[in-house]
């Protein structure tokens, strides 16, 4: 592990014993997990299995009951607010329901971290929400709308365009193809691969949508009852040799992996 | 089925909303002195709950004037006392009448709102949002609403008064047989500026729980529509239930003056 890290420097992420419950229920329960500065790790699993309160637990959104993560080798569990203000300035994030803000234009949603949280004037930021949404492929007239006049696909498109308006070095994606048809899901997956390329982000995302995973992932990880079960590169998914990885990528009903009827 | 554990719970979880209440009231007020302060979006809360609300508020004003003026009408008759009909009618608006039915028209129209628009971006990950965009929620949502209805709320019941005022005016000239001259007179003769000012006081009050409570219970709504349906009902129970209470309260401060 020295030596991997010595190579590799410091990671970007770094979790370890991640441990949080709500009520009686354990949702994590011990994760560790690096990801590589410029890596792209998918974290695949089942509803259920935590994958949601982990990305959040990094952006602290939710507070973890121990364990450490840190961020650039700054532990950021407990952190103060302002300093965690700080270390959200280097992330961007994709909502799984995009999270527009509905009273605002296309446009002033993607400026919005420029405007409000890097104090940009609203013209300049104007301009680089234009452009911002050329690189996701929708004209400057799109600007001008309210999100709830979009399609499902174009809002994606524009939270995703939030997402690296600010040109974030870490991107998460919660869910990002998850009720889009086929084509459109493919076109985010693209953008996707394509605007984390430009910007040379980490990214990580998490997703039960094996054909999105294949093409955003360097690394896959895959959680199961609030642990990492198994982590490895994209390309050896298939020989896992890991039942509980089978039975999820070919999405097969039998196997070691039961399904949780309560949610956490 | 232990009588005593039931009990028990809806104390403990009494308490415990009390405690989140006064957790939430703190960082509010807290991040109301902390620059920064979204001015464009506190001058667009006055907008709505001040200037929106106005159409609705002088409505009750009005007619609670009119009924004013008849009922003590009816009463400082069989007394000979006709003559306080004005006088009674500017005071009991003042003091009481205008703040707590503007007040809790107002609750009605801008606590669920606004429990409904903060519980939906709770539910559709859009405060979440704002965290990750560098934007503390509070300072974004919370504090303009804070501080646009504990500013708008003693100009409305300002504008109450009077619309009420003239309302009993009415009802007084042209029902009653009054003398135009000695109404105003009986209206501003006896007319005290506590009077005024306690009842502005108490609007400030009760435009500070109606912001409150539309928020708090818009920031903790959980589980999609039926959650934000439930946020709304709260916020509008619980800001109308604390606008009765404080009012005793304020009005017992006054008392003693």
């Not at chain 1, 992420?13 to 354990?26: D, E, L, M, P, T």
């Not at chain 1, 990492?228 to 896992?240: F, L, Y």
């Not at chain 1, 196997?255 to 309560?262: F, H, Q, R, S, Y």
Request: hydrophobic share 50%; aromatic share 8%.
């Amino acid at each position: 592990m020295t030596d991997l890290r010595a190579m590799t420097g410091t990671p970007k992420i770094a979790v370890s014993g991640v441990h949080k419950r709500f009520g009686k229920k354990v949702v994590l329960d011990g994760v560790d997990l690096d990801v590589a500065r410029g890596q792209s790790l998918v974290i695949i699993g089942g509803s259920g299995t935590g994958k949601s309160v982990l990305l959040k637990s990094i952006l602290g959104l939710v507070r973890p009951d121990s364990g450490s993560i840190k961020v650039d080798g700054v532990e950021t569990v407990g952190m103060s607010a302002s300093a965690r203000e700080d270390v959200l300035r280097k992330f961007g994030m994709l909502f799984q329901g995009s999270a527009l803000f509905d009273s605002l234009t296309v446009w002033e949603n993607v400026a919005f971290g420029l405007v409000q949280g890097r104090k940009m004037k609203r013209a300049q930021a104007r301009d680089i929400a234009i452009e911002k949404l050329g690189q996701v492929g929708l004209g400057p007239e799109v600007g001008e709308l309210s999100p709830s006049e979009l399609s499902g696909g174009m809002q994606k498109r524009v939270a995703l365009a939030r997402a690296i308006a600010t040109e974030p070095e870490i991107i998460f994606f919660d869910e990002p193809t998850t009720g889009l048809d086929p084509i459109t899901a493919d076109v985010i997956n693209d953008l996707i691969v394509a605007c984390v390329k430009r910007l040379g982000a980490t990214t990580l995302s998490i997703t039960h949508d094996m054909a999105s995973a294949r093409k955003i992932a360097d690394r896959i990880a895959m959680i199961y009852k609030g642990r990492i079960i198994w982590n490895g590169p994209v390309a050896e998914i298939d020989r896992s040799g890991n039942d509980y990885v089978d039975q999820f990528i070919h999405g097969r009903a039998d196997g070691p992996i039961k399904m949780d009827v309560l949610k956490p | 089925m232990n009588p005593f554990a039931a009990v028990g719970r809806v104390v403990l979880a009494f308490f415990a909303e009390t405690g989140r209440i006064t957790l939430f009231t703190a960082t509010a007020l807290r991040h109301c002195v902390i620059p920064p302060l979204y001015l464009r979006l506190l001058f667009r809360q006055m907008l709505v709950v001040g200037y929106y609300s106005l159409p609705v508020v002088g409505l009750t004003a009005l007619f609670t004037g009119m009924v004013l003026a008849l009922q003590i009408y009816i009463g400082s008759s069989r007394f000979n006392a006709e003559s306080a009909v004005a006088t009674i009618v500017v005071i009991g608006l003042t003091r009481e009448l205008g703040p707590v039915l503007s007040g809790l028209m107002v609750a009605g129209r801008v606590a669920s709102a606004m429990a409904a628009e903060i519980g939906t971006m709770r539910v559709t990950e859009q405060i979440d949002a704002l965290t990750t965009l560098s934007t503390n929620p509070f300072k974004y949502l919370v504090v303009p609403r804070l501080i646009a209805t504990t500013l708008a709320l003693p100009l409305l019941v300002l504008v109450a008064d009077i619309i009420g005022v003239m309302g009993g005016y009415l009802v007084g000239i042209h029902k009653l047989g009054f003398n135009p001259a000695s109404y105003l007179h009986n209206t501003f003769d006896f007319l005290q500026t506590l009077d005024v000012v306690s009842g502005l006081v108490k609007a400030t009050v009760f435009g500070f729980l109606i912001a409150l409570m539309g928020c708090y219970h818009g920031f903790h709504s959980r589980g999609g529509a039926q959650g934000v349906g439930k946020a709304t009902t709260d916020a509008v129970v619980s800001s109308s239930i604390l606008i009765l209470v404080a009012n005793y309260f304020v009005t017992e401060l006054f008392f003693a003056q």
